[in-house]
């Protein structure tokens, strides 16, 4: 009996731990599509979009497979802010990891703006005079005999033996007693000593002999066996040409001078530095041995680079009144920045990618829960040091990553954004290739017409036709007295010619019109080439301008155009419908109307 029971209870406990098993078996089975289903739902409900890593462009809102190489898809972001195509976000571990530095544009320093260079003093060539001997002879004394020695003009600086002037001076001498003593003779003899005479005063004439010289050898009772070489010039003797003792013929140099009160000092500018640099610009140089500095002006810029080496010779002129500027010193210089007004915008040498001729930076989005950078093309000039100068692209205090540019643009890359390489490349057309850098003067004067542009904005704005009218006089005054005739500035004269003609149309048409409606009609074209001169040259005046469009304008067509940064303000309606419309770009001073990529 108790054996029956023990076999039982053992086929009791199999059963249950069969069922157990078995359970066990079919909730592992079923477990897969339980969790899929609540990983599903879970991507769902927080709006995860899945992506694939080596295609980009695949976007699902579950998980699974990608459909063109069968990868497991990743999660992209979750819900949240949406992102332009631009912009990348990193959390703040990820910033850390990448190491993601940034720095503020900041004006260039006024040392970190010069170009330096390594330079050696030479004469000034034009200065350089050769004294050479009027007659043949022996030099029996040479009065100057070193170089580096200073002459006067006139002074006496060899004596020679010469046998031929000793055969003139002694037929004047002849010719003269000749005159002297035929005084009570005939007339004709009279004439024929007197002829005989100056024939004796034009051979020594024609040996090279001065008048003030042939006048005072006249006097003398004998002929003179040496003759004295005089000076012409006035300089330091930089070479001594000839010996005491030796024979030399007419027109034989003797001394080479030159007048180092003006010295030139060559500098070797590498081929990359060679824009930067134009005749004018002013030149700080110091010498070793010398605690104080010396400036002057860029005079010349040789055209042939050196091929071997890649430099070309940039001459700099220099006053030297006190002679310490010695030919053959070394000089550092120190070259200004070309142009007027203030000091570039610039970022560090780390801050770019470069993409042939493009340039890429990273800007720190502002105003984010998320650190959030945004790639922009952006146009520099030649390096200057250890930064680049900004000319479009870039405002003052934004901040540009300057280190882990690379990291973000990858990150951007497998996302399928717009990284260096969705940019358009050098063969295709870009807004930043037609800006040009204005100086002052042509500032000023760009302000002026975009000022009274914007009197004519308010004023339609405003209903007021009379007053657009007059603000329009004042802009055809301000674009007429822009010039057009500088060499100097002829890249800067062809942008501007385009705008100019299409001002003037357009503004003599408005001063035509007698209703409102007939001055908004030109007001278009007029807005359109203001708009040209804010993507060329950048806004001139000092207060922040916005590019607004209305989209009702002229039966629904749309029209643009420019006002004061702030509420809408449509010159197109008045009061009608002033505030229709909405602000599409904004343009601080000095910086360009840029086309951005879009959300």
């Keep these: 009996m108790k054996q029956w029971i023990e076999k039982f209870r053992l086929k009791r406990v199999a059963v249950v731990l069969g069922l157990i098993l078995a359970f066990a078996i079919g909730y592992s089975i079923a477990s897969p599509e ?14 995860t979009v899945w992506t694939c890593s080596m295609h980009p462009q695949v976007k699902q809102n579950e998980p699974g497979l990608c459909p063109i190489c069968a990868m497991d898809l990743i999660p992209l972001k979750p819900g949240g802010t949406e992102l332009a195509p631009n912009e990348v976000e990193f959390s703040e571990h990820a910033l850390k990891m990448a190491r993601i530095r940034t720095a503020p544009v900041l004006r260039a320093l006024d040392e970190s703006s010069r170009l330096r260079l390594l330079g050696q003093v030479y004469e000034d060539e034009s200065s350089k005079r050769m004294v050479t001997a009027w007659i043949g002879g022996r030099i029996d004394k040479l009065h100057v005999t070193v170089t580096g020695q200073k002459i006067r003009r006139g002074q006496t600086i060899a004596t020679l033996y010469s046998p031929e002037v000793y055969a003139a001076h002694r037929e004047l001498v002849v010719a003269r007693a000749q005159v002297e003593g035929l005084k009570d003779a005939s007339d004709l003899a ?4 007197q002829t005989t005479l100056e024939a004796a005063r034009t051979k020594l004439r024609l040996l090279g002999v001065p008048d003030t010289e042939i006048q005072k050898m006249e006097g003398e009772s004998s002929p003179r066996t040496q003759i004295q070489i005089r000076s012409p010039f006035a300089g330091t003797v930089v070479e001594r040409l000839a010996a005491e003792g030796s024979y030399i013929s007419a027109g034989q140099p003797l001394y080479e001078l030159s007048n180092l009160n003006t010295v030139w000092v060559q500098l070797e500018a590498y081929e990359a530095d060679l824009a930067l640099l134009e005749l004018g610009q002013r030149v700080k140089l110091e010498f070793n041995g010398l605690p104080e500095a010396y400036e002057g002006e860029i005079a010349f810029i040789d055209p042939v680079l050196d091929a071997s080496r890649r430099v070309a010779k940039v001459r700099v002129e220099v ?7 010695l030919p053959g010193m070394y000089a550092q210089a120190s070259v200004e920045r070309s142009g007027d007004g203030a000091a570039p915008l610039v970022i560090p040498e780390t801050a770019p990618i470069f993409t042939g001729r493009r340039s890429i930076v990273y800007v720190e989005v502002p105003g984010r829960d998320v650190p959030t950078y945004a790639s922009r093309e952006v146009r520099l000039g030649p390096k200057m040091g250890s930064v680049y100068p900004v000319v479009a692209g870039l405002q003052e ?14 990150d951007l890359q497998i996302r399928g954004g717009l990284s260096m390489m969705s940019y358009a490349d050098d063969t295709q057309e870009n807004p930043l290739d037609d800006v040009v850098e204005i100086n002052a003067d042509e500032k000023t004067q760009l302000a002026a017409v975009v000022d009274a542009y914007l009197q004519i904005q308010k004023a339609l704005a405003e209903d007021s036709h009379s007053d657009a009218i007059a603000a329009n006089q004042t802009m055809l005054n301000a674009v007429e007295a822009i010039g057009m005739g500088n060499a100097d500035r002829q890249l800067f004269a062809a942008a501007w010619k385009s705008v100019r003609d299409e001002l003037l149309y357009s503004a003599r048409s408005l001063g035509n019109s007698t209703t409102l409606e007939g001055a908004r009609a030109p007001f278009e074209p007029m807005s359109a080439a203001i708009e040209r001169l804010l993507k ?21 067509r749309g029209a643009s155009w420019i006002q004061e940064e702030g509420k809408i303000d449509n010159a197109y309606f008045g009061a009608t419908m002033r505030m229709c419309g909405e602000i599409e770009e904004s343009v601080n001073t000095g910086a360009y109307l840029v086309e951005q990529v879009a959300k």
């Design 319 to 325: 006053q030297n009144p006190d002679g310490r500027l």
């Design 397 to 410: 205090a934004e901040r540009v990553v300057i280190h882990g540019a690379f990291a973000l643009d990858a």
């Design 34 to 47: 339980k969790e899929e289903h609540d990983e599903h739902a879970h991507a769902e409900e927080d709006g």
């Design 536 to 556: 060329i040259f950048g806004n001139p005046t000092e207060k922040s301008l916005a590019l607004a469009h209305c989209p009702m304008a002229f039966n629904n």
């Design 190 to 193: 009279r004439r024929g000593a």
